[in-house]
Nanobody, 121 residues
Framework: QVQLVESGGGLVQPGGSLRLSCAPSESIFSINAMGWYRQAPGKQRDLVAAIGSGGELNYSDSVKGRFTISRDNAKNTLYLQMNSLKPEDTAVYYC???????????????WGQGTQVTVSS
């Protein structure tokens, strides 16, 4: 079963940087829309940044100018570069992708397991 595997989370001081990565656990046939979401304790899961199937970018207002989403199509890998981190960025970050595991499958939405990002103060 295909899974999205995330890496790069951890503990960082305010003003520091982290880079999150997300990629399928095995080879897949096709992938298009991808994005990052986050959920802080007691709060809803919200969009952080996304890349649409046509390459369009979308950022939440709270991270514009600090975070950068990118995609390596050759590696089917999604990245989130997070700079100037603030304590309020602390959350579990989730990768989301619309992918087709093989030619015989439908496109489906897949979610990563989530990775903890903690910005200490």
């Amino acid at each position: 079963q295909v899974q999205l595997v995330e890496s790069g989370g951890g503990l960082v001081q305010p003003g520091g940087s982290l880079r999150l990565s997300c990629a399928p656990s095995e080879s897949i046939f096709s992938i298009n829309a991808m994005g990052w979401y986050r959920q802080a304790p007691g709060k809803q899961r919200d969009l952080v940044a996304a890349i649409g199937s046509g390459g369009e970018l979308n950022y939440s207002d709270s991270v514009k100018g600090r975070f950068t989403i990118s995609r390596d199509n050759a590696k089917n890998t999604l990245y989130l570069q997070m700079n100037s981190l603030k304590p309020e960025d602390t959350a579990v970050y989730y990768c989301k992708a619309r992918l087709q595991p093989s030619y015989r499958d439908y496109y489906q939405i897949y979610w990563g397991q989530g990775t903890q990002v903690t910005v200490s103060s």
